[in-house]
């Protein structure tokens, strides 16, 4: 009864507000109006007031905004050096220069795999919701044979083009069309080593395969816990990159002048065979194959191994004591090679895109533009480390001094390899990721992966 | 009346759930690479559906997701029975704090216990390995996710780690509705507490475990998350799933003829299974007339 009660003054007294409510002046509307240009209108307004004087105000009118939507990964709200995290600045060029445009993050996963396919799923449903996206170069043969990145030469300024590194901007050109500006930060694979333990026991930094392996015999039989080599060997797209370096190292490549795969000649086999061996003979320990990149790059920084593969970002930071044991005790030179083959680092270069399907292609430009001029590459640099393509970068005084490796990596770039060309990337590295895992973990033989792998890379080149 | 108040939960069915799986059987008789115009797509008949049952990797993931499932169910059964019985035995008040502490690892979204459980296999790092060196039973940490056999049972140990929990409170559920006066009249007739658990607790708990166990398993049969973030499918191909067919397919090479193929045999499968498991209920269920 008690309770029936309550209720029954709490709803009268909802009925009662309701009324006050329904009774009270009506709250002024605040109505927005949108323009379709930025104009600063000046309106004279006469007002009565107690001293009876005219008041002249101005008002402007709000503009139309633009909001452009760019498909980066988080390590764009971080910085690693003295400059601010590159969105930040990004933002802060575009806001200068163009205030009505608004850039949007649309993040992106940091496994490339995941990338690749969330930009995909947006293109293959013809989806205008990315405008502006951060592209590595080995998706370009992919998107661009697809239509889904809008070509650039005839819409970027030919002063700006001309301060790139032709050599760089060919990464990201297909069927001779630009298709994205850069790079505006890239990695490429080279081999790090142990300079204090090599000099220690009177070795040179190793040319061939075979100089790491003699090196890992001499120096482990003094430190039996010692790792030899250590690289990221996990099923993913890292490994292809990895094992691509290792093909060319041992004189293969990927097609056959007449389209054919390639990856299956004896040069590619004996390339596996190698790495298979690694792993057999403990040389690489088995765990690898379960690594990613800062699982490799964490082991070599802690002291516990003599080798490691990986891409030269780790020299930012390499030499912080905080983060690093080894503090002035390692090299890093191109990965090796045997005789026959060539010296060979896989580049991953990431650039600045417009997709086709973008709603905003003029000012999505206009921003390509900004972002890949020197004071944004300049940042890039200084917040992430090298490589980037504009040439200016690297007379800089502030990037000089920023950084004291840029010789080191300057002699890895010469490295670089060619991604795998095809407008199946995708498809193809996934398969080439399962063949190569399974002979490494001893599953099958090398030469059959690499048999099963080109039979069926055939068969999705040429069709069935 | 009533079909009134059924129209928008069917259109919403129509809509969200049959609409996909029509278009999915459409497109999977179609030859469609990097877009989905079926209509101005080359018809292809059965071809697709052909190129799945030639699929050697497709026969190893069946055979690997058959594996987990069984296991996982398995396991999760017995071990979130014996966590539903631990709790309901307990003071009413401490039923309330089990409960909450149970539901914590089923809470763990799928990939971040994946993660989590990566470094607890880590052979630097895990946890498991160094007890296994510390108590001298290995001479060095194996290698959980590396070994092909190692890697799957792996799986299958984080796979139950999570899922036990959400069987123990399901089954819970069930307990507290078996009738006290139940146990109470097999007291007093002299049943022992196993001959309880046997006579009466199991019988009445049956349609519980088994609408438990059905859900359970379709979930296993659509596992994609503990395999990809433990071992990204490998080593090799041991720990692709079914899954994971479906969805490269789609997304990753952008071929939704196959990918729908693919689709279709994966939900024919679990239809199968539901259809099996639903009958076994239906025989356990006693519906008031």
């Given amino acids: 009864m008690k ?15 309701a009324v006050l409510t329904a009774c009270a002046p009506a709250t002024p509307q605040v109505v927005e109006k949108v323009v379709e240009k930025p ?40 910085s690693f050096g003295p400059a601010p995290a590159p969105l930040e600045y990004m933002r802060q060029v575009v806001a200068e220069k163009y205030p009505n445009i608004d850039i949007q993050l649309i993040m992106q996963p940091l496994d490339a795999n995941k990338w690749h396919d969330n930009l995909t799923t947006y293109w293959m449903a013809k989806d205008p919701t990315v405008d502006l996206l951060y592209v590595v170069g080995y998706w370009i043969t992919e998107f661009a044979e697809a239509g889904w990145l809008m070509p650039l030469d005839d819409k970027v300024d030919p002063a700006l083009l001309a301060k790139y590194d032709p050599a760089y901007l060919d990464i990201f050109r297909h069927n001779g069309k630009l298709v994205a500006l850069g790079p505006a930060w890239g990695g490429i694979g080279g081999l790090y080593y142990r300079k204090d333990l090599l000099e220690k026991y009177g070795l040179k930094p190793p040319e061939t395969y075979d100089d790491i392996i003699a090196a890992c015999d001499t120096i482990r039989k003094d430190n039996p816990d010692l790792g030899c080599w250590d690289w990221p060997a996990m099923r993913n797209v890292v490994l ?9 190292g041992f004189g293969g490549t990927y097609f056959n002048k007449d389209g054919t795969c390639a990856m299956n000649s004896p040069e590619a086999v004996n390339a596996l065979e190698f790495m298979t061996m690694l792993f057999k003979k403990g040389y690489t320990p088995q765990e690898a194959l379960s690594w990613k990149e800062e699982d490799a790059n964490v082991r070599f920084v802690s002291g516990q191994t003599i080798f490691f593969t990986g891409r030269q970002d780790l020299l930012f930071w390499i030499d912080d004591p905080a983060k690093s044991k080894i503090v002035g005790k390692w090299g890093f030179i191109p990965n090796p090679a045997q005789p026959g083959g060539r010296h060979a680092g896989f580049p991953e270069f990431w650039a600045f895109a417009v997709s086709a399907y973008s709603d905003n292609p003029e000012e999505a430009l206009k921003v390509l533009e900004l972002w890949g001029s020197l004071p944004t590459m300049k940042n890039f640099n200084l917040a992430w480390g090298p490589i980037q393509g504009h040439s200016d970068v690297y007379t800089d005084p502030d990037v000089l001094k920023a950084n004291p490796n840029l010789p080191l990596i300057e002699e890895i770039a010469k490295t670089a390899i060619p991604p795998l060309p095809s407008a199946n990337y995708g498809e193809i590295t996934d398969l080439l990721q399962a063949q190569i895992h399974s002979a490494l973990s001893g599953q099958i033989s090398p030469k059959q992966a690499l048999d099963d792998a080109c ?9 069935p | 009346m009533a079909v009134l108040f059924i129209i928008p939960a069917l259109i919403f069915v129509t809509l969200f759930m049959y609409y996909p799986i029509v278009q999915t059987f459409i497109y999977s008789f179609f030859s469609l690479h990097r877009t989905a115009d079926w209509l101005n797509a080359q018809f292809v008949g059965l071809q697709n559906y052909i190129a799945v049952m030639k699929s050697e990797a497709f ?9 987990y499932t069984v296991m996982t169910v398995a396991f999760e059964l017995a071990i979130g029975l014996g966590m539903a019985i631990a709790t309901f035995s307990v003071h009413p008040r401490l039923r309330g704090i089990l409960r909450a502490v149970l539901v914590v690892p089923w809470a763990i979204p799928p990939i971040v216990s994946a993660m989590l459980w990566r470094w607890l296999f880590h052979a630097d790092a895990g946890i498991f390995g160094y007890l296994l060196m510390a108590t ?16 799957v049972h792996s799986i299958i140990v984080a796979s139950v780690w999570k899922n036990a929990s959400m069987m123990g409170i399901l089954l819970l559920a069930g307990l507290a509705s078996i009738p006290q006066d139940i146990y109470d009249a097999a007291k007093v007739d002299g049943a022992r507490t196993w001959f309880r658990f046997r006579r009466v607790t199991l019988p009445l708990l049956l349609p519980t475990i088994l609408v438990t166990v059905l859900f359970r398993s379709l979930w296993a ?7 990809y973030g433990l071992t990204g499918g490998g080593p090799g191909t041991t720990t692709d799933t079914l899954s994971t067919f479906a969805y490269k397919y789609f997304f990753t090479y952008a071929r939704f003829g196959v ?5 279709m045999v994966i939900f024919l499968m679990v239809v199968m299974v539901a259809i099996v498991y639903v009958n076994r209920v239906k025989g356990n269920l006693r519906f008031k007339e």
């Fill in chain 1, 455 to 463: 039979a069926a890379i055939d068969v999705i080149e040429k069709g």
């Fill in chain 1, 39 to 78: 104009v600063v209108q000046t309106v004279v307004v006469t007002k009565e007031v107690p001293v009876e004087k005219k008041v002249v105000e101005t008002v402007v009118v709000p503009e139309k905004r633009t909001q452009l939507s760019f498909a980066g990964h988080q390590y764009f709200n971080m």
């Fill in chain 1, 3 to 17: 309770a029936r009660s309550i209720f029954r003054m709490i709803l009268a007294g909802l009925l009662i507000l």
């Fill in chain 2, 136 to 151: 001298g039973l290995v001479s060095r940490p194996p290698a959980f996710l590396t070994d092909p056999t190692l890697a």
């Fill in chain 1, 240 to 248: 292809v990159n990895r094992w691509s370096e290792f093909l060319h």
């Fill in chain 2, 221 to 227: 049969l659509r596992m994609f998350e503990e395999s």
């Fill in chain 2, 59 to 67: 026969r190893g993931a069946f055979g690997f997701t058959l594996y």
């Fill in chain 2, 259 to 263: 990918g729908s193929a693919y689709a």
